[in-house]
């Protein structure tokens, strides 16, 4: 089933308030981030301060004209001069936070067939080289096995210690549109989702 | 129900709560030797009533914002701080409740006292979570390190993809 992508914004929230992703810390705090309306620190605050972008992915099951939040996706960007603190300054692309729902985790299932979460990644990873950025970097827990999994299978790697709260920076370079080894990945040539608009 | 004056109100109630709960702490550090199992039982009540306030204003202010209530600024923080003032005296309560245990002694909160530590411990966590976010959306997380590193990586693969 195609994912249909829509622009989160403030007058979504109450729409978002179901949503769980699990129950490891992590996943409390990307429900907490999706749900938290200013001034908390959480999506809509992240778009009005930092001008992130942050996308609602939904299946859309006609036969019942009910619609299925499967997840959602950020996007943002970080400066960092080299060398600190007057050095030249270099701006990545940023993905502040990403999550799928519980009941779209690892589905659907079936060999060779790509998860809602693969194409969420391919979504963002898009956008980000369509903004024109060489680097795409990401923090996750280190006890977030899942989700380091899901991003070295997109071509991150960890290039960054942990910080003091236990977090890990990956980055993937976007040079060339080629993936890992030069080749252009099958997971980011493939079809684009349902509903482009919101770009 | 949900204006600043309400919220402030609730945070207030919380603050007060969380104050008694550990001023007790600092009493029972001077009396633990004659701590009674009944003093115990009401240490941890006093604990419970605080968590139930913090929560109540936790939840009273976050309805209020998705709802579209002002909310003020520093309600977030106030919220973190007063999560992790709840936390300081759960060890010692925690020990005393242990020493009550092991003198045969059976604690009828004990379980809802352990369950709103595990809650208040995990809001603290995730309070770190966020600030860890912030911290990488600010730049400080991916620091001179890992810029030396990308520029490696980039010129890796772009020696692969020739
Ligand atoms: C991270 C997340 C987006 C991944 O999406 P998903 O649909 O669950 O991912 P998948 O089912 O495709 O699993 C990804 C990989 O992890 C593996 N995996 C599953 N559970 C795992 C576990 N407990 N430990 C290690 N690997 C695990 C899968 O086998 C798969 O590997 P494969 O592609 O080699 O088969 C999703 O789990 C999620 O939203 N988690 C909670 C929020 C979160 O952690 N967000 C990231 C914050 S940085």
């Known amino acids: 089933m195609e994912l249909r992508i829509q622009e989160y914004s403030a007058d979504l929230l109450s729409q978002i308030q179901s949503f769980e992703c699990g129950t490891d810390d992590w996943c409390r705090h990307a429900e907490r981030w999706i749900k938290s309306a200013p001034p908390f620190r959480g999506a809509i605050e992240s778009i009005e301060t930092h001008g992130n972008k942050v996308w609602l992915y939904f299946v859309d099951v006609d036969v019942f004209d009910e619609k299925y939040l499967v997840g959602f996706s950020s996007l943002g960007k970080v400066k960092w001069k080299i060398p600190p603190p007057d050095g030249l300054e270099r701006e990545a692309a940023f993905i502040p936070m990403l999550a799928v729902s519980l009941r779209f985790q690892g589905k659907p299932e079936g060999e060779n067939t790509k998860h809602y979460s693969d194409e969420i990644m391919e979504h963002v990873i898009r956008v980000a080289r369509e903004q024109g950025h060489r680097e795409l970097c990401l923090y996750v827990h280190e006890d977030n096995a899942r989700a380091r999994r899901k991003y070295e299978k997109h071509g991150f790697s960890v ?3 942990k910080n003091s709260k236990g977090n890990l920076a990956m980055l993937k370079v976007l040079d060339n549109q080629l993936s890992e080894g030069g080749q ?5 040539s493939g079809p684009r989702l349902g509903d482009a608009a919101a770009l | 129900m949900n204006d600043l004056l309400d919220q402030d109100y609730s945070l207030k109630l ?4 969380v104050e008694e709960y550990s001023k007790q702490d600092s009493i029972k550090a001077l009396h633990n030797e004659a701590m009674e199992c009944r003093d115990c039982e009401d240490w941890l009540e006093i604990g419970l009533e605080a968590f139930r306030w913090l929560k109540q204003a936790d939840q009273t202010i976050r ?3 998705v709802e579209g209530f002002a909310v003020s600024s520093s ?3 106030s919220i973190a701080t007063l999560y992790r003032a709840w936390l300081r005296p759960c060890d010692r309560a925690e020990g005393l409740a242990k020493e009550q245990i092991g003198r045969g002694f059976r ?3 004990l379980t809802e006292f352990r369950e709103a530590c595990e809650f208040v411990r995990q809001q603290v966590r995730i309070i770190d979570l966020e600030d860890a976010l912030d911290e990488a959306q600010q730049g400080e997380v991916f620091d001179e390190v890992f810029w030396q590193r990308a520029a490696l990586k980039r010129s890796d693969q772009s020696d692969s993809s020739r």
Do not use: V
Request: no cysteine; aromatic share 0%; net charge positive.
């Open chain 1, 184 to 188: 252009p990945s099958a997971l980011e």
């Open chain 2, 107 to 109: 604690l009828k909160n």
């Open chain 2, 75 to 77: 309600a977030p923080n």
């Open chain 2, 63 to 65: 309805q209020a914002a």
């Open chain 1, 159 to 161: 290039l960054g210690s």
């Open chain 2, 14 to 17: 919380a603050k007060k709560h």
